[in-house]
């Protein structure tokens, strides 16, 4: 059992990153998002407008259902305000690239998976800080948080911008206008910039390992159903709108991983790196691996005419 001075402390914990680090945190997301976007192209926004159904429930199940049952599911577990606004927002957060990945070993529809996370991350530019901005304002244990940072939704905006839209924006106009230069960097780049990406993190997570180890057990938990609970919303959207198994595959993973480090920056760029909402970004981002490995595994060994649609 945790000791709830220990519990009452997370709130006022700012874990270690100095503004060079969070630089580089800053860019090595920008290139994992450039990566991504050298596999795009027009083309792959012109199959979503012409099946718009799976992309658009999938959007209504990231940026609506998600951060309101999230919302709801703070007010249930009652979690120390640092935590509870952690989770929303991660809940405010687009799906990650890793979800591209996870849906092709899933047997989903990997094509939509990779526009569904372009889409959502050209939305996250507006969802993300309208989402935590409404929830974490209507929450009366989180909202003294927003106010004592004096949140700027502008602020929040331009660099979520900074971050995702221009890599998406550069990477799909490098694809473009010079295809055969995106087709022998893509996967280097791509697999350099995850490997520095998770090499800075545990580099992160090592000069800050007493925090972690002190209050993971208090995030454990929370992130478990919540992310049941994204993973559940996903598919039960999917299956209610009657799409395939294929997208439903890609639906429910697409709202089931989230990008935690996107969250993990937030976190760091907004609130000092804040205890509750740290912890609950970094154990997102290894819990989330973790279920979607489970996950694509399931849905793996079984094949698509034997599921029930």
Known sequence: MIHPVVAQVIDDVELNFDESSLLLLNILIGLMMLGMALDLDIEDFKRLVRTPKPPAIGLVAQFILLPAFTFVLTLILQPRPSIALGMILVASCPGGNLSNVMTYLAGGNAPLSVG??????????????????????????????????????????????????????????????????????????????????????????????????????????????????????????????????????????????????????????????????????????????IAGLGVAGFWSRRPLETVAS
């Open 116 to 289: 569904m996370t372009a889409v959502s991350t050209a939305a996250a530019v507006v969802m993300t800080p309208l989402n935590l901005a409404i929830w974490g304002n209507l929450n009366p244990d989180t909202e003294p948080i927003l106010r004592s940072v004096s949140l700027s939704p502008l602020d929040l905006f331009t660099t979520i911008f900074l971050i995702l839209g221009i890599p998406l924006i550069l990477g799909m106009l490098i694809a473009h206008r010079w295809p055969e230069l995106a087709e022998r960097v893509r996967k280097p780049f791509k697999i350099f910039s995850v490997a520095v990406f998770i090499g800075f993190v545990a580099v992160a997570l090592g000069n800050n390992w007493e925090y972690f180890v002190e209050y993971v057990g208090l995030v454990v938990f929370a992130v478990l159903i919540h992310n049941a609970l994204a993973l559940s919303l996903g598919n039960g959207a999917a299956r209610l709108a009657g799409l395939d198994e294929r997208d439903q595959r890609a639906v429910t993973i697409e709202v089931g991983l989230q990008n935690s480090a996107l969250a993990l920056i937030l976190v760091f760029d907004f609130f000092d790196g804040l205890g509750g909402m740290a912890v609950i970004a970094a154990w997102w981002g290894i819990w989330h691996i």
